[in-house]
């Protein structure tokens, strides 16, 4: 049971360069969250899905995009990534109101 | 709009020292209640929920928080740190009913240092 898994861990991209961050989690969770991490900030909702084949925008969503694929998996999609977009992003699962979090992916932009 | 303040940014205590990390937040209906930690380079683990009930509740390794409704409060607290407690500290908030439910909103966290 690995719980929620992120890839990549690491990334450096180039000012307007694109990427897609990949979340899944094997708990059967209905639920699914991206946040990111800026220091002394805590921790900002960027989108989430409350089930499958919906999403909702969260406190910080401009600059992103994301796709629940199936049931198990949440991407989050930078499509021309910015210096403002360094961060450390979290996914996260729940099923009733608990929240499990994935081990992050740090991202440079540079 | 909903909010959650943390006291302090960061505290620093020597071992075996009490903790007291405080956490207030804004929103005029029910909510749930957590407190998670962060170990250096880790991600988020969950140290304690409130959903309802007793306002004291137990969490892992040792720690403690009380809910004080008058106050908006959910101060998180142990009776004797260890340096292996040194993390930074997250508490969080979610509506119990209706849209927003399940959505956390975080505090700023509380780095907490703990010496030798």
């Known amino acids: 049971n690995a719980g929620v898994t992120q890839t990549p861990k690491f990334q450096v991209l180039k000012t307007g360069q694109s990427m897609t961050l990949q979340c899944a989690q094997d708990m059967n969770h209905n639920s699914m969250y991206w946040y990111r991490q800026d220091p002394g900030m805590g921790l900002r909702l960027i989108y989430y899905?409350?089930?499958?084949?919906?999403?909702d925008k969260g406190e910080v969503p401009n600059g992103y995009n994301v796709s629940r694929l199936n049931k198990r998996e949440f991407s989050l999609r930078l499509e021309s990534a910015a210096p403002s977009q360094t961060s450390v992003y979290f996914c996260?699962?729940?099923?009733?109101?608990?929240?499990?979090f994935g081990p992050g992916t740090r991202l440079t932009v540079t | 709009a909903q909010s959650v303040s943390q006291h302090n940014h960061h505290v620093i205590l020597s071992e075996a020292a009490s903790l007291e990390l405080g956490c207030n937040y804004s929103?005029?209906?029910?909510?749930?209640l957590f407190w998670y930690v962060q170990y250096p380079g880790q991600h988020l683990q969950l140290l304690l929920k409130y959903f309802s009930g007793d306002p004291l509740v137990k969490g892992i390794k040792g720690f403690e928080a009380e809910f004080i409704k008058s106050k908006f409060s959910f101060n998180l607290r142990k009776p004797s740190v260890q340096w292996s407690d040194t993390a930074e500290y997250f508490c969080a908030v979610t509506p119990r009913y209706g849209g927003s439910q399940g959505n956390l909103i975080f505090g700023k966290g509380t780095k907490l240092s703990v010496k030798p």
């Open positions: 899905s409350a089930s499958e084949g919906t999403t």
């Open positions: 929103y005029g209906g029910t909510v749930n």
């Open positions: 996260a699962s729940s099923e009733v109101l608990e929240q499990y």
